[in-house]
């Protein structure tokens, strides 16, 4: 059975950093679509990186610079690297995968059906 858990998220300080971790179980996940996402209270479920079974990347703009996906095959494991914390990156982080179709991963929420029980970033003084 197809699993994935994350972790790390905690409470920061403002310009602080974090780095999550997505653990596959039941699947080998280079071989899939691993994507970041986050839901703020309120708001919608927004992707923020992925990577795709060829090794590409692909980061929302928004995000771009601060936060930064990588992959451990030898862990079954794909990390979010987060730096510069800002109050606005409050949110759960949850992390998903699916079949690769095409080389660039999508960052939208319907291209994954498979999704971890995510994991709550708080940044604040």
């Known amino acids: 059975q197809l699993q994935l858990v994350e972790s790390g998220g905690g409470l920061v300080q403002p310009g602080g950093s974090l780095r999550l971790s997505c653990a596959a179980s039941g699947f080998t996940l280079r071989y899939y679509d691993i994507g970041w996402f986050r839901q703020a209270p309120g708001k919608d479920r927004e992707g923020v990186s992925c990577i795709s079974r060829y090794g590409m990347t692909n980061t929302a703009d928004s995000v771009k610079g601060r936060f930064t996906i990588s992959r451990d095959t030898a862990k079954n494991t794909v990390y979010l690297q987060i730096d510069s914390l800002k109050p606005e990156d409050t949110a759960v982080y949850y992390c998903?995968?699916?079949?690769?179709?095409?080389?660039?991963?999508?960052?939208?929420?319907?291209?994954?059906?498979?999704w971890g029980q995510g994991t709550q970033v708080t940044v604040s003084s």
């Open positions: 998903a995968a699916d079949s690769s179709l095409f080389r660039l991963c999508p960052l939208f929420r319907s291209g994954y059906g498979n």
